[in-house]
């Protein structure tokens, strides 16, 4: 990664290897994105706040299209979903994964094509069904049986929808056991090993309003080895050429999902995109040539290692408390803002900025403001001790899974979103306000 560092700054540079690539060190602890510096973001927009560099989205954007030229990368819009995120995406030529009638809304009306947009879901609404067939969504991946019949009812005589089927291909991989997606013990998907998969496909063949482009899996999130997804597509490219075996069908689409790791702090293994590309690749062509397939298009759904890395999350430090061993620094914001550590153990890296601290530094533990002992940000991290109320801390690699999780949590409203680019910074969605509150609140 390009990072600038100005000769006299400290040799903690190699600390900002998970950062944007545009993150430059400036004199005097301040620390810049995308041209601008952060403590100005905290300034102009308030804290807690989200930061987002759009150079580094589309560069990231287009390193997968680098390297995987031949598949159709979909961003899956659960990590982060904005109007201008949605445009980002588009321009830089990715289609889109949503997984409710509300990703799909919001990328429809800022102008995504429908075509280019696969919905998914375990549990999919009326009303996820009916947005997805009034604004013409590409492709539904079908979850469970009853859904068969439910979409070809809903598509009518005379329509037709394309489908494909999540296919539990029984690899497990992931992050946190609450991320692991390709084993029969949790509810998305239908088993192969049971003949759950192959049975949907029979009776979604026999649906005339249904038209089956191909298989789907994904196997669980925050994966940094390629080996998992080998297997996975082995077992998958198997059960296309069993399909084409009973059927004589032939499944021109394989989308093999998400979940390429990231690092979350300095040191931490990531998924190896160019890797991945090349060994699915070679595994694809090898395995289709072994069973007399054709080539399937290949399609993935990266969210996290799209937006992840892009974001950051600002913070104002309140208080700092010394608790016997235990030193306390609460923010302004907390597990509403990111719930991750909370419920996946995440371990985040926040950082001093705004200043330089010549202080020793001395393990802290930053915690919430929320009305929670688990409301914790990040244990065991090492800060100045000189550290106090007033000060900014900033958190890498909040870009994907933060707002797009946050809650309501003791009504203090989301963080807004602020976009910095090339020197500028611009507010792409503004934070909940105490009227957005109670607006929603009818009194009744
Ligand atoms: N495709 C499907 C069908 C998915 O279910 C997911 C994520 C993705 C793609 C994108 O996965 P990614 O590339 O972002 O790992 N809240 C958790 C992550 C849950 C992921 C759910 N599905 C977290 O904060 O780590």
Same mark, same amino acid.
């Given at each position: ?14 600390e900002l ?7 430059a060190?400036?004199p ?47 961003y899956a819009?659960?990590a ?13 030529? %990715?289609g ?42 590409g492709?539904?991946v ?18 037709r ?6 296919v ?61 997804? %080998? ?33 979350y ?43 992840g ?5 600002l ?17 302004d ?6 719930p ?28 919430g ?22 000060d ?53």
């Open positions: 990664m390009a990072i600038t560092v100005l000769p006299e700054m400290p040799a903690d540079a190699g290897s998970i950062w944007p690539a545009s993150t060190l400036l005097h602890g301040a620390l810049a994105v995308g041209g601008v510096p952060l403590a100005e973001i905290a300034a102009r927009f308030d804290t807690p706040v989200y930061i987002l560099d759009e150079g580094e989205v589309r560069e990231r954007c287009r390193t997968y299209r680098g390297a995987f030229p031949e598949a159709g990368v979909l819009a659960k982060f979903l904005s109007r201008a995120m949605v445009r980002w995406v588009q321009e830089e030529g %990715l889109l994964d949503v997984c409710s009638a509300g990703e799909l809304e919001l990328a429809v009306t800022a102008g995504f094509p429908p075509e280019r947009i696969v919905l998914h879901g375990n549990a999919k609404s009326p009303r996820d069904l009916a947005a997805a067939l009034r604004l013409g969504v492709r539904i079908i979850d469970s049986p009853s859904e068969i019949a439910r979409i070809a009812a809903a598509v009518g005589p005379d329509g929808q394309k489908v494909m089927v999540r539990v291909p029984g690899v497990s991989a992931g992050g946190h056991d609450k991320i692991r997606t390709g084993t029969d013990d949790q509810k998305f998907g239908l088993s192969l090993t049971d003949g759950g998969a192959h049975h949907a496909i029979t009776r979604i063949i026999g649906q005339p309003q249904l038209e089956l482009t191909g298989l789907h899996c994904h196997i669980g999130s925050q994966i940094t080895e390629v080996k998992p997804y %080998l297997m996975a597509l082995r077992r998958m490219v198997g059960l296309m050429a069993r399909v084409r075996d009973a059927y004589g069908v032939l499944l021109p689409e394989l989308d093999m999902g998400g979940g390429h790791g990231i690092a702090r300095h040191g931490e293994a990531a998924l190896d995109l160019t890797a991945l590309a090349r060994r699915l690749r070679a595994e694809l062509v090898e395995g289709c040539a072994a069973a007399g397939l054709a080539v399937p298009r290949l399609l993935i759904e990266p969210g996290r290692a799209v937006v890395p892009a974001g950051v999350a913070y104002r430090v309140l208080a700092v408390k010394h608790t016997g061993e235990k030193v306390f620094v609460a923010v914001g907390g597990m509403s803002d990111n991750r550590p909370a419920l996946y153990g995440v371990r985040y890296a926040p950082r001093l900025i705004g200043r330089r601290s010549t202080a020793e530094p001395r393990t802290a533990t930053v915690v403001r929320h009305c929670e002992a688990g409301d914790i940000l990040a244990e065991a991290v090492e800060l100045p001790g000189d550290i106090h109320p007033g900014l801390l900033a958190v890498p690699v909040a870009g994907a899974y933060h707002l797009s999780m946050a809650s309501g949590y003791n009504l203090v409203g989301r963080p807004p979103v602020v976009a910095v680019h090339e020197g500028t910074a611009r507010l792409l969605v503004r934070r909940e306000t105490f009227e957005d509150l109670r607006n929603r609140d009818i009194g009744g």
